[in-house]
């Protein structure tokens, strides 16, 4: 079980000013890590040139993609891309994968959508184009996995250095992209699944947080993603009551010591040691970031 690391996600980007302010501000704040997932749509960065322009303004902090969707791409130019960002970032690339979920992006980027084992298989072909393409160039970066189903996870644990759990599945017979988050006791199983197949392999657990909420009321807090998420019909949904979600790893609710209590008591029960914000909870999660770094 390892020292508490944390990571911010970042979503937008509008100009250099910007991005170089709030990545200078992500170390100041002591966060360990920026990523930027990949996504289409306006203001949503290009993954790889924003993570080098991150690297160029920081001293400290890795970066990193959370996650690349491999199925957007041609694998050989992927695998180009990374060796640069790796390159021009110094080697502090961590180089998140997934099998993507949007169908819509898909459609938008006039790619094929396929069902999930077959995004699956190409995610494993780009592993092996990766490591091809990458051996004469030091070989792969740091790797993170991330996903919630038996073969992605399978893949994370025969591969990754870092192991991402949203715990977010598709909501069956929903729109893709319609999510249930998973309770507390389906954590525990996803992470009893994955650490069958890790056996001994030294393997970092990151957990991608939904929301943060310093309060001092945490039920009203959970009462209000409940409703929040159940009037959004294509967005994330919620587990099914109150109860669940002041108990759920993917949320943090509470004051600050509460929240510092809530991550150690789950680092203790899952493994989760690396924790990622979004960045609307930048400046809201700076304050535990100081409690727990180092611990």
Same mark, same amino acid.
């Given at each position: 079980?390892? #020292?508490? #690391?944390? &990571?911010?996600? $970042? =979503?937008?980007?509008?100009?250099?000013?910007?991005?170089?302010? #709030?990545?200078?501000?992500?170390?100041?704040?002591g966060y360990d890590v920026i990523t930027?997932?990949?996504?289409?749509?306006? &203001?949503?960065?290009?993954?790889?040139?924003?993570?080098?322009?991150?690297?160029?303004?920081?001293?400290?902090?890795?970066?990193? !993609?959370?996650?690349?969707?491999?199925?957007?791409?041609?694998?050989?130019?992927f695998a180009r891309d990374v060796a640069s960002t790796d390159a021009l970032t110094g080697g502090r690339l961590d180089l998140g994968l997934g099998s993507g979920h949007m169908k819509s992006e898909f459609d938008d980027a006039g790619l094929p959508w396929?069902?999930?084992?077959?995004? +699956?298989? *190409?995610?494993?072909?780009?592993?092996?184009?990766? #490591?091809t393409r990458l051996a004469d160039e030091g070989g792969l970066p740091r790797l993170l996995i991330a996903g919630n189903s038996d073969g992605v996870l399978?893949?994370? /644990?025969?591969?990754?250095? +870092?192991? &991402?759990?949203?715990?977010?599945?598709?909501d069956r017979g929903k729109p893709p &992209?319609? $999510?249930?988050?998973?309770?507390?006791? /389906?954590?525990?199983?996803?992470?009893?699944?994955?650490?069958?197949?890790a056996g001994d392999r030294e393997v970092e657990y990151n957990m991608l947080v939904q929301r943060v909420v310093v309060t001092e009321d945490r039920r009203a807090a959970a009462a209000e993603w409940h409703a929040d998420t159940d009037e959004r019909s294509v967005e994330n949904r919620s587990v099914e009551n109150t109860d669940e979600l002041l108990d759920a790893p993917q949320l943090l609710l509470g004051t600050v010591d509460e929240i510092v209590q809530q991550?150690?008591? =789950?680092?203790?029960? *899952?493994? $989760?040691? *690396?924790?990622?914000? $979004?960045?609307?909870?930048?400046? !809201?999660?700076?304050?535990?970031?100081?409690?727990?770094?180092?611990?």
């Open positions: 079980m390892g #020292k508490f #690391k944390f &990571g911010i996600s $970042f =979503r937008g980007v509008t100009d250099r000013a910007e991005w170089t302010a #709030k990545c200078r501000r992500a170390e100041e704040l930027v997932p990949d996504h289409l749509g306006p &203001g949503r960065p290009a993954p790889f040139p924003a993570l080098v322009a991150a690297a160029a303004v920081t001293e400290r902090p890795r970066v990193g !993609t959370l996650v690349s969707n491999v199925p957007f791409y041609n694998l050989a130019l396929r069902k999930a084992a077959e995004r +699956i298989d *190409y995610l494993v072909e780009g592993l092996d184009e990766l #490591k399978r893949l994370a /644990a025969e591969h990754a250095d +870092i192991a &991402g759990f949203a715990g977010l599945r598709q &992209g319609t $999510f249930v988050l998973d309770n507390a006791e /389906a954590m525990d199983e996803r992470v009893r699944f994955f650490r069958s197949l991550l150690v008591d =789950r680092r203790e029960r *899952y493994g $989760f040691s *690396y924790i990622t914000v $979004f960045e609307a909870m930048l400046e !809201t999660f700076a304050p535990v970031v100081a409690e727990l770094r180092g611990r």
